[in-house]
Nanobody
Framework: QVQLVESGGGLVQAGGSLRLSCAAS????????MGWFRQAPGKDREYVAD????????NYADSVKGRFTISRDNAKNTVYLQMNSLRPEDTAVYYC?????????????????WGQGTQVTVSL
C-alpha cells in the first residue's frame, strides 16, 4: 500500500504559478501510474492530468492544457504538478492519486490510492 501526501498549495494571484508535490511512501512510486484531480466547492471531482508509470506519457484536461505540466521523479518517489497562468477557476482542492498499472487515465474510479489534498486558491 502506498501513502500519498500533497504539498505546495496556497493563495496566488491570477496569472501566477504554483508547483504541487505529491510524495509517496510505503511503496515504490515507479509501480504506479499517477494522476492529479481537483474538486471545487459544490462540484464533482475533476480530472486534471496523468502520467504513465515511466513518465513517458502524459495527458491533460483541456482546461489546463498548455498551462499545467505533470512530471515525476521516481528516484525521489515524488510527482509534481507545475501550474502556470493560474485562473480563479483553478481554485480547488488538488489531489494526487496512484493507479497500479502502466497508465492512469482520466477516470478517478481507476485509481487505487489518494492523498488528502492541498488547497489552491487563485484570486483576481
Amino acid at each position: 500500500q502506498v501513502q500519498l501526501v500533497e504539498s505546495g498549495g496556497g493563495l496566488v494571484q491570477a496569472g501566477g504559478s504554483l508547483r504541487l508535490s505529491c510524495a509517496a511512501s510505503g511503496h515504490t512510486l515507479s509501480t504506479y501510474a499517477m494522476g492529479w484531480f481537483r474538486q471545487a466547492p459544490g462540484k464533482d471531482r475533476e480530472y486534471v492530468a496523468d502520467i504513465s508509470r515511466g513518465g513517458a506519457v502524459t495527458n491533460y484536461a483541456d482546461s489546463v492544457k498548455g498551462r499545467f505540466t505533470i512530471s515525476r521523479d521516481n528516484a525521489k518517489n515524488t510527482v509534481y504538478l507545475q501550474m502556470n497562468s493560474l485562473r480563479p477557476e483553478d481554485t480547488a482542492v488538488y489531489y494526487c492519486a496512484a493507479e497500479l498499472g502502466a497508465y492512469g487515465g482520466s477516470v478517478f474510479s481507476r485509481y487505487d490510492y489518494w492523498g488528502q489534498g492541498t488547497q489552491v486558491t487563485v484570486s483576481l
